[in-house]
């Protein structure tokens, strides 16, 4: 049951900060796009780029709460 | 019920005391198979143009495309760069891919999967970002000299800088756990993700996700080969160049 509630928790709160993270990346792309539309295979690679460092912090919570689970 | 899952690759059989584990095989399977498509290609570009297979101008335009990819990053320098881009981005796509195939993980030798994805074991991925990280350096020293490269990180002109010199030998070091964790992280949490759905509902619903993890491995691949390629490009510029 302890151990159940770590593992929620360490996904879930490590969950909150990519997800704003990426909320944001999405949301300034558009905007960027809105205003720059022949930009958008450059805004599309970095778009892309930015999401991929961002969840690669949802990533360590997820290893942590793997090794909570399988170990 | 919750499958088996094991989060490090399991042993199979052992060479006296080099143990085989189903990841290595996964990936002598996949190297193998990328030496073969290498020479397939070779050959058949020296064959006229008329007589040259479809699989062959398949690859010349996926190659076409991740070169102007890493043209559009480390500019002057993808001569010289691209076969090390390349390869990266190849091996760990095939490698992702091969993960996915049907009885990849699902035949059994006793109670262990004869197959495992290669990237869903820490020491592939550990071992891609340590060769990555060193390539880096070793462009820095090639492009900027001994002394040039140096003066990035042990920088005694004002205190500062001194400091800025530590956080950058921590930043190179952090790079290569950056590296491999997050490539073994999101193909262990997909292939985990897939086993679990398939093991809730066993008919189609895994499909989703399926496509999805093809897609993330493709990602992946792309991120890790960009990040080299970046990390590459700012260590073979100079300090007073930006």
Request: glycine fraction near 8%.
């Amino acid at each position: 049951m302890d151990k159940s509630f770590a593992i929620a928790f360490a996904i879930g709160v490590g969950a909150i900060g990519p997800a704003l993270g990426i909320g944001l990346i999405g949301s300034k792309a558009m905007e960027a796009l809105g205003r720059n539309p022949e930009a958008e295979g450059a805004i599309r690679t970095t778009m892309i780029l930015g999401c991929a460092f961002a969840e690669a912090i949802a990533v360590y919570a997820l290893i942590i709460a793997l090794i909570l689970k399988f170990t | 019920m919750i499958p088996h899952i094991s989060i490090r690759p399991e042993p199979i059989f052992a060479f006296h005391r080099f143990i085989v584990t189903n990841s290595v095989l996964a990936t002598a399977v996949v190297s193998v198979l990328f030496i073969l498509l290498a020479l397939y290609y070779k050959i058949q570009s020296t064959k006229p143009k008329a007589n040259r297979s479809l699989f062959f101008y398949t690859v010349n335009k996926l190659l076409t495309e991740v070169y102007t990819l890493f043209h559009s990053v480390t500019e002057d320098k993808i001569t010289i760069l691209f076969p090390l881009l390349g390869a990266f981005f190849l091996f760990i796509l095939m490698e992702n891919w091969f993960g996915l195939l049907p009885g990849v993980g699902s035949i059994l030798v006793g109670e262990t999967p004869l197959l495992r994805g290669g990237a869903a074991d820490l020491n592939m991925t550990l071992a891609l970002g340590v060769i990555a990280v060193i390539m880096v350096q070793y462009y820095g020293f090639k492009y900027l000299g001994f002394g040039g490269y140096l003066s990035k990180f042990f920088n005694f002109s004002n205190p500062i800088n001194f400091f800025i010199g530590i956080l950058e030998i921590v930043s190179e070091v952090s790079r290569t756990f950056s590296f491999s964790f997050r490539l073994f992280g999101n193909i262990i949490a997909g292939e985990i993700l897939l086993v679990i759905i398939a093991s809730l509902i066993p008919v189609f619903a895994s499909f989703p996700f399926l496509v999805m993890e093809i897609f993330v491995g493709l990602i992946q691949a792309v991120v890790f080969s960009t990040l080299a390629a970046i990390f590459i490009k700012m260590a073979v510029t100079s300090h007073s160049q930006h």
